[in-house]
Structures are given as structure tokens and as C-alpha cells.
């Protein structure tokens, strides 16, 4: 027959499904250029929360990673690159996660206020690892034009948010900025300090205590 093994008993591979499957596991499989994108980015997030700004090098997220350096160069034009796509990717995280939070409260423009603020101390927002991230990401805005840049564009797309829902929570325009200012100085401290000392005080508490100055902010400081 043609195409017959020629040896007696012998019988051909493709005819042996375990070797077929056994060859099909062992063949190369191109991971699509988007998942290989993502999973340099996340390895460069553990890089920056293990080791800091000053330990992601191009071989260190390489080895997180389990690439070659080469392959890192392939998707990203530098660590700077991929650091600052790093920062895009950590900051749509959490806008994720505060828009859910945003979309699972009751429409009530107050109720969506404190739902938005009251988020950031719960996971995965508050947490250790994201804060040792944020604080790499930090420790290069005064070195790094490009995260400056991230830096003052993330914080303002919150504070316009937070104007946003300030607003229809019934603040009086006047005031908007500084009580939007304001509320991102105290949110931004309690979650400081719930990641960095989460023994001192709870996350109902961090919440509590946001809430009772949103009714400051929201009764007080509106008509003044």
C-alpha cells in the first residue's frame, strides 16, 4: 500500500491518536499579540509592586513574565513605554471599578455620591499590592514628562467625575471644584492609610467618615 510503513508491525504515527494529541501539545502556539500585551503589562504591575520604579528593568518583567527580553522589545519600545501603558491600564482599573460601583448603587444622586467616593476603600482598590504599584508609578512623576503627564489627566478625569455627581447631589457650582478638591484630598488620605495600616481603622470606618463629610459638603458648603 502506498504510503505504508515498510517495517513489519510498525504502525504509522498519525495512526496513534495519543502521539497525535501529544504532537499537537507540543507544537508552538502563538499567543495573540493583545493577551501578550496584557500579560507583560500585569508582570510589569508585580515588577513595580515587588520591587519598585527603580527595579523594573526590561529583564526583570521579562523573567515575571516568562519571555525573553527580546519578545518585551517586540510589543513595547522600552521600559518607559511599557511602564507608562502600565499606569494607563492600573488607572482604568480602578475607573472600572468605581463605575461599577457607581452603576450597582440606587439612582439616588447622593446614594451614586457615596457609592463612587466609598469605593476606593474596598478591594480592588484598597489593597496592599495596588498600593505599592501606585507608589512606584509616583516616585516617577517628578523624573518621568510622560507619567506627569498620566498623572495630572487620571486625576483630573476623577475630579471631573466627582464634580460631576457633586453637582447633581445638589452642590451649588461656585463650589464645585474646591469640594471635588476636597473630597479627592480625603479619599485619597484614608486610603493611604487603610492600605498602608488597614489595623488602625476598618474600611466601614474609612467609608463613615467619607460619608459624614459628603453630608458637610453636600449641606454645608451648598449656597455659601
Do not use: K
Not at 492600573?90 to 444622586?109: C, E, G, K, R, W
Not at 455620591?113 to 504599584?133: D, K, N, R, Y
Not at 503627564?149 to 453637582?167: F, P
Not at 493611604?192 to 463629610?213: D, N, T, V, Y
Amino acid at each position: 500500500m502506498q504510503g505504508a510503513d515498510p517495517r513489519p508491525g510498525r504502525v504509522p504515527r498519525a495512526a496513534t491518536p495519543a502521539r497525535a494529541a501529544a504532537t499537537d501539545r507540543a507544537l508552538p502556539r502563538r499567543a495573540e499579540p493583545d493577551a501578550r500585551r496584557h500579560s507583560l503589562i500585569e508582570a510589569a504591575m508585580r515588577v513595580l509592586a515587588r520591587a519598585g520604579a527603580n527595579g523594573a528593568s526590561v529583564r526583570a518583567i521579562a523573567q515575571e513574565a516568562g519571555v525573553s527580553p527580546g519578545l518585551v522589545g517586540h510589543y513595547f519600545s522600552g521600559i518607559d513605554a511599557l511602564i507608562a501603558e502600565t499606569y494607563t491600564h492600573v488607572d482604568a482599573m480602578v475607573t472600572q471599578a468605581l463605575n461599577a460601583a457607581v452603576a450597582a448603587a440606587p439612582s439616588d444622586p447622593r446614594a451614586q455620591l457615596e457609592a463612587f467616593v466609598t469605593a476606593s476603600f474596598t478591594a480592588p482598590i484598597a489593597q496592599p499590592a495596588l498600593l505599592a504599584t501606585w507608589i512606584a508609578f509616583w516616585s516617577l512623576v517628578t523624573s518621568q514628562p510622560q507619567i506627569a503627564r498620566q498623572h495630572d489627566e487620571q486625576y483630573a478625569g476623577y475630579r471631573a467625575r466627582l464634580e460631576q455627581l457633586l453637582r447633581e447631589a445638589g452642590v451649588a457650582e461656585g463650589d464645585l471644584r474646591h469640594a471635588a478638591i476636597a473630597v479627592t484630598a480625603l479619599v485619597d488620605g484614608l486610603w493611604l492609610e487603610l492600605c498602608l495600616s488597614p489595623q488602625c481603622f476598618s474600611s466601614e470606618e474609612a467609608g463613615a467618615i467619607a460619608r459624614r463629610f459628603l453630608g458637610t459638603v453636600c449641606g454645608d458648603m451648598v449656597g455659601e
